[in-house]
């Protein structure tokens, strides 16, 4: 969670305090429901216009260490398409995209944040079905369905029927 300070400014139409009044004040306080360390690159990006993804959290990995980076580019997107920043969702979605793996993928497409944003469930859905020989023999793949079975059973009747919808459009 961010709380954000800002300065309030002035009424014109009210007229100056008397010495006894109590002065209004001068800082007010906005509670804002975001994760601070992602909100402070989207702030970053929206002053300087740049952003750093990687995909290590490690920040000797870093491609510019004087940029703040985050390996969370899901969050990223999610809060520029929240905030309706287009060149920031656009960058965050086209890093989803180069990042994509036959071994994350299957992670990604049956996640709930593809389930919310469409236009990036729908990029995954794409590169799961274009790569599923490769997708269905990796270990990712199968741990993936065997951690499935031991969690919530309405997630696993949700992926299932996800699932089932793409094996349909594989044949």
């Known amino acids: 969670m961010v709380v954000l300070n800002a300065a309030l400014s002035p009424d014109l139409d009210t007229p100056p305090p008397s010495p006894t009044t109590p002065k ?4 007010q ?10 909100f402070h690159i989207v702030l970053f990006n929206l002053y300087t216009g740049r952003i750093s993804f990687s995909t290590s959290p490690s920040p000797s990995v870093a ?11 899901e969050g990223i997107y999610a809060t520029s398409h929240r905030l309706q920043l287009d060149s920031l969702d656009r960058k965050a ?5 180069a990042t994509c793996t036959v071994e994350n993928i299957t992670w990604k497409v049956f996640s709930k944040f593809a389930e919310k944003h469409e236009m990036v469930g729908e990029m995954y859905d794409g590169y ?7 997708v269905k023999r990796s270990k990712e793949f199968e741990r993936f369905f065997e951690e499935l079975e031991d969690g919530d ?3 696993y009747i949700r ?12 044949t």
């Open 24 to 27: 209004p004040p001068l800082r």
């Open 29 to 38: 306080t906005f509670t804002v429901d975001y994760d601070y360390d992602l």
């Open 63 to 73: 491609t510019h260490p004087d940029l703040p980076f985050t390996t969370n580019a």
């Open 93 to 97: 979605f086209h890093f989803l995209q």
């Open 128 to 134: 799961f079905l274009r790569n599923w020989d490769r």
């Open 153 to 155: 059973f309405e997630e």
């Open 159 to 170: 992926v299932n029927r996800k699932f089932r919808e793409m094996v349909r459009k594989c």
